[in-house]
């Protein structure tokens, strides 16, 4: 039987993580997975999350199950914490997930069984998995193109009624741009005029513009839309990416089909993996329950923004400093831990063969696991694969 298992497609992502492990180039540069680095290079714990987990362990809790939708504690204070105080708690129904990933796959299971045959719109370029997760589900997958705000809502006038438009909350993976907010007025105002369903993948919150403002456009469409679905990671934000904590958020403003919503969430995880991990969900529900630990998470958060913000202005600056303008300026709109070279797959191969630095084939590069000493080699690398060919006239500079 096994021998007839046809040649699966290999994961772009992993497969270049796995090239580079086996790199031997000491000025080898890895900048293709999404995580954070500080200066050293390494990815730290957060002490908000250190002292979380010093305080559970004090406690040494049960390790029952904890149910299907997870630990409640965590859904209620993720709901509070993305929603804030203008949306009533009544509208929405949240349950624990295996990180963001396994949010998209509970929200696009729900789409299937609530819109048999409903297409999903997701953005060209998109972020590398959200084809595949909701293809796994059985449903239909159309793009719409990024671009200035125009373009982009003319590219979603034909989605229908009942459609359903996978849209980055912030700090958009892999560009790194994000529409204005008059833009997210105008896709508001499109939603409710052709009956469309928003779905958010929210995964960098906090990492763009703050907390507060990387919320605003989530929170704009849950307030102004009858039906919205949310997909939300604390890999990137709480820095648990091996903890695989997230929340599927659905909000209705029927209180029965909320109640349906959740039953079909929870036997959806039950047939996948039964229910979440514990660990990472009580540590996020400590923090933001404690008012000590969230002030601690927050200005640990502000301070992973500045310094993902530092690195793109002084890469900006280097690229300027070696006549790359226009490549410096395209960096400098950019935001959050990823953002996108004006490199084609050949350009991004040269870097990767003839200087050590990996980024993915579609030109993306982790910003947020820079450290000083690397920006020189990465600056010089990019000057001289641009030197040595055009540069790609397409690159993401503004929405």
């Avoid at 741009?177 to 469309?196: F, I, K, M, Q, S």
């Amino acid at each position: 039987m096994l021998e007839l298992l046809p040649a699966p497609p290999v994961d772009p992502l992993w497969d270049l993580t796995a090239e580079y492990a086996a790199d031997p180039r000491p000025e080898r540069l890895d900048l293709v997975l999404g995580v954070y680095r500080d200066d050293s290079g390494a990815t730290p714990v957060m002490a908000a999350v250190r002292e979380a987990e010093t305080r559970l362990a004090e406690r040494a809790e049960s390790k029952e199950y904890r149910g299907l939708s997870g630990n409640t504690r965590f859904n209620r204070s993720m709901q509070e914490l993305i929603l804030g105080a203008g949306i009533p708690a009544e509208r929405a129904v949240t349950v624990q997930t295996v990180a963001g990933t396994g949010a998209l796959r509970l929200l696009a299971d729900l789409v299937r069984q609530s819109y048999p045959g409903t297409t999903v719109w997701i953005s060209d370029p998109a972020y590398v998995n959200h084809r595949p997760i909701l293809e796994a589900a059985g449903l239909k997958v159309r793009t719409y193109a990024l671009g200035d705000g125009a373009d982009l809502v003319d590219g979603l006038r034909a989605a229908r009624r009942d459609d359903v438009v996978l849209l980055q909350g912030c700090c958009h993976n892999p560009t790194g741009v994000d529409p204005t907010p008059e833009e997210w007025r105008a896709l508001a105002d499109l939603a409710a005029r052709n009956g469309w369903v928003p779905l958010i993948d929210l995964a960098y919150h906090g990492l763009g513009d703050g907390l507060e403002a990387d919320l605003a456009a989530t929170r704009m469409l849950a307030a102004r839309l009858p039906e919205v679905l949310i997909a939300v990671s604390c890999s990137k934000n709480f820095g648990l990416y091996a903890d695989r904590t997230g929340c599927a958020m659905v909000l209705s403003p029927s209180r029965a089909a909320l109640r349906q919503v959740e039953t079909t969430l929870q036997n959806a995880a039950r047939t996948l993996y039964s229910m979440p991990p514990e660990h990472g969900a009580a540590v996020v529900a400590t923090i933001l329950q404690d008012e000590a630990l969230h002030a601690l998470w927050r200005t640990e958060l502000d301070t992973m923004r500045t310094r993902i913000a530092g690195n793109r202005a002084a890469l900006a600056g280097r690229l300027k400093a070696l006549g790359r303008d226009l490549e410096a300026a395209a960096l400098s709109h950019q935001k959050g831990m990823f953002s996108t070279l004006p490199l084609t797959p050949d350009q991004m191969r040269r870097l990767r063969r003839g200087f050590a630095v990996y980024g993915t084939a579609g030109g993306r590069i982790n910003i947020a696991g820079l450290t000083p000493a690397h920006l020189p080699h990465l600056a010089d690398s990019l000057a001289a694969v641009l030197d040595a060919h055009p540069a790609r006239q397409d690159a993401p500079s503004a929405m």
